[in-house]
Structure formats: C-alpha cells, structure tokens
T-cell receptor, first 111, second 112 residues
Framework: DAKTTQPPSMDCAEGRAANLPCNHS???????VYWYRQIHSQGPQYIIH???NNETNEMASLIITEDRKSSTLILPHATLRDTAVYYC????????????FGKGTRLSVIA | EAQVTQNPRYLITVTGKKLTVTCSQN?????MSWYRQDPGLGLRQIYY???????DKGDVPEGYKVSRKEKRNFPLILESPSPNQTSLYFC???????????FGPGTRLTVL
C-alpha cells in the first residue's frame, strides 16, 4: 500500500470548515483513499473513502486531486465533537490488504 | 443495534497468567481483526480473519493467538502475558476487506 503523509496537528475554529490534507504521491491506480477518525481512546470510526472522484456523505467531503497524489478531507462545519485524530489510509481493495494506520492528524476544534 | 462488543473493557493482570479478550459482532460480517494501540506507534494489526476457520498474522502477532470457530466471535488469547503487551486493544469487523471496518470500544490491558 502507498504511504501517506499528514500534518501531525491542526486547529480549527468551531463552525468553520476543517480541511485536512493528505499526501500519497506513490498511490497506484487501483488504490483507494480511506479516512477514519478516532475520538480520544474510542474505537476508530469510518468517515469516507474514494478512488478518483470527489465523494460526499453526511459526515464529510473527500476531494482527490486529478493526479491522485493528494487528497483533502473537509468537515464543512466543525464542532467540538469533531476533535479527534484523523487517519488517511491508502490501500488496495483486495482480500489480502488490511488497513494500515499511520500517525494521523490531531484536529483540535476550538470554541 | 449493530455493534462490535469487547470484554472486558479494562483488565489488570500479572505476568504469565493466561487471559482471553472476547470480541463479538452482530452484523454477520466475514472479516474480523485485532489491533493494538500504543503511544507514538499508532494502531498496529495483530491478527485478522477472512472467515470462519481462516486466520492470518498481522504486523505484530508475537505473543498472541486467535481463533474463529464461529462467524460472530473472534477472541484474542494471551497465553503468557508480559508487560510489553500492556496496551489498548481494538477489535474490528466488516462485511469484507472491501468495506469499511466497524471498531469495538476497546480493551485497556495492563500486565504487571
């Protein structure tokens, strides 16, 4: 699986959009980009994933660049409950490639 | 309610005393896995299972055993726990590797 690079920490004002970047310059054509988050010592929670096209669900939007070398997770209106560690994971969707979690980005939403 | 449950949630034990952490899911998922989380090291996979009676080693399997006799259960066994297995453990399940994983609430284990 391609490795990812994320900033170790970010701050965001409550009510504003949180934009979390992820670099995955060695991604291959059939690797997906997944985002999970972990709120203080709770089990990680799936947020969204995509291959080429931008994706949106009730939690967030995922913007993947045209060359697929980077992506951005957008939380449109961050709340204090969005304070968490966010993990960007790139992996093949095959039976032999489980999730590999990196260090992630610690997002702090500030009132 | 669809969920992954783990028991116990907290456990303090002593070196060498065999223990089992149970994991159960009620979503009929084929895929289950165990992770440990340590400060500065992130989440690391211990073992995973594609289906009943099929298990494989993850990144850090040493000192652990698992079994998958039923689809819903995936217990983690520490035959002879040591202090370096003090950690926060998570169980996860998904319909298959292609789908998102659902994580349990975690088990905080301390081995003295």
């Amino acid at each position: 699986d391609a490795k990812t690079t994320q900033p170790p920490s970010m701050d965001c004002a409550e009510g504003r959009a949180a934009n979390l970047p992820c670099n995955h310059s060695t991604i291959s054509g059939n690797e997906y980009v997944y985002w999970y988050r972990q709120i203080h010592s709770q089990g990680p929670q799936y947020i969204i994933h995509g291959l080429k096209n931008n994706e949106t669900n009730e939690m967030a939007s995922l913007i993947i660049t045209e060359d697929r070398k980077s992506s951005t997770l957008i939380l449109p209106h961050a709340t204090l409950r969005d304070t968490a560690v966010y993990y960007c994971i790139v992996r093949l969707e095959s039976r032999d490639t489980p999730l590999v979690f990196g260090k992630g980005t610690r997002l702090s939403v500030i009132a | 309610e669809a969920q992954v449950t783990q028991n116990p949630r907290y456990l303090i034990t002593v070196t060498g005393k065999k223990l089992t952490v149970t994991c159960s899911q009620n979503m009929n998922h084929e895929y289950m896995s165990w992770y440990r989380q340590d400060p500065g090291l992130g989440l690391r996979q211990i073992y995973y299972s594609m289906n009943v009676e099929v298990t494989d080693k993850g990144d850090v399997p040493e000192g652990y055993k698992v079994s998958r006799k039923e689809k819903r259960n995936f217990p983690l066994i520490l035959e002879s726990p040591s202090p370096n297995q003090t950690s926060l453990y998570f169980c996860a399940s998904s319909p298959s590797l292609q789908n998102e994983q659902f994580f349990g609430p975690g088990t905080r284990l301390t081995v003295l």
